[in-house]
Nanobody
Framework: VQLQASGGGSVQAGGSLRLSCTAS????????MGWFRQAPGKEREYVAG?????????YSDSVKGRFAVARDNARRNVVHLQMNSLKPEDTAVYYC?????????????????WGQGTLVTVSS
């Protein structure tokens, strides 16, 4: 499977963006999807994840209540990350990642497939 993240851009603090992760290749039904971000000079950070079967979602404390991850109702191979109440500290390159084994890890090393990243810039 290949992943492609899209939807990044520039927004003022308090604004919203919706990122999308589109999977191509093998059928997508058994994957766990994670969203990560990496700001300049910082390590890659877990943001959110969704268990494909059942749609159970997970969030880091830094985005809980502001971000929401969900599958696309119409397109089986697409996952969205809705980001509201954005803050300047949310500025980063955002990546989607997938794994096909049980678990909902926050460790980037536990994911075997990555998208190319999309830049989100939040200005104050």
């Amino acid at each position: 499977v290949q992943l492609q993240a899209s939807g990044g851009g520039s927004v003022q603090a308090g604004g919203s963006l919706r990122l999308s992760c589109t999977a191509s290749g093998r059928p997508f039904g058994s994957y766990f999807m994670g969203w990560f971000r990496q700001a300049p000079g910082k390590e890659r950070e877990y943001v959110a994840g969704i268990r494909w079967n059942g749609g159970i979602t997970f969030y880091s404390d830094s985005v809980k209540g502001r971000f929401a991850v969900a599958r696309d109702n119409a397109r089986r191979n697409v996952v969205h990350l809705q980001m509201n109440s954005l803050k300047p500290e949310d500025t980063a390159v955002y990546y989607c990642a997938a794994r096909n084994v049980p678990g909902a890890p926050t460790d980037a090393a536990q994911y075997d497939t990555w998208g190319q990243g999309t830049l989100v810039t939040v200005s104050s």
